[in-house]
Nanobody, 125 residues
Framework: VQLQASGGGLVQAGDSLTLSCSAGGGSFSTYAIVWFRQRPGKEREFVAS????????DYADFVQGRFTISRDNAENTGNLRMNSLVPEDTAVYYC???????????????????WGTGTLVTVSS
């Protein structure tokens, strides 16, 4: 599966942005979609996940209700809607998928089955 994240860009603090993850001709069927980010000089960290087919969602504490994860199983895409962005959200955002049968997906980078390319989000103050 060739994943690709898109939708990043340069925004101002308080703005919103929606990231998308596509399957590149493959399928997200029976896979959870998980978003990670890597801030400058930091390790990659969990952001949000959504189970297959979408009943369970999990968010990192720092999201604090600002982000919403979703998926379109017919289109094999996943989205991460990010509101009220702050400069600390500046990072390269990655999507990954993990085989999943409905439970809350793992938050660990080492557990992911496939990784996509990253998309850079820059939030200016």
């Amino acid at each position: 599966v060739q994943l690709q994240a898109s939708g990043g860009g340069l925004v101002q603090a308080g703005d919103s942005l929606t990231l998308s993850c596509s399957a590149g001709g493959g399928s997200f069927s029976t896979y959870a979609i998980v978003w990670f980010r890597q801030r400058p000089g930091k390790e990659r960290e969990f952001v949000a996940s959504i189970s297959w087919p979408g009943r369970k969602k999990d968010y990192a504490d720092f999201v604090q209700g600002r982000f919403t994860i979703s998926r379109d199983n017919a289109e094999n895409t996943g989205n991460l809607r990010m509101n009220s962005l702050v400069p600390e959200d500046t990072a390269v955002y990655y999507c990954a998928i993990k085989r999943n049968l409905g439970g809350t997906p793992s938050r660990l980078t080492g557990d992911m089955d496939y990784w996509g390319t990253g998309t850079l989000v820059t939030v200016s103050s």
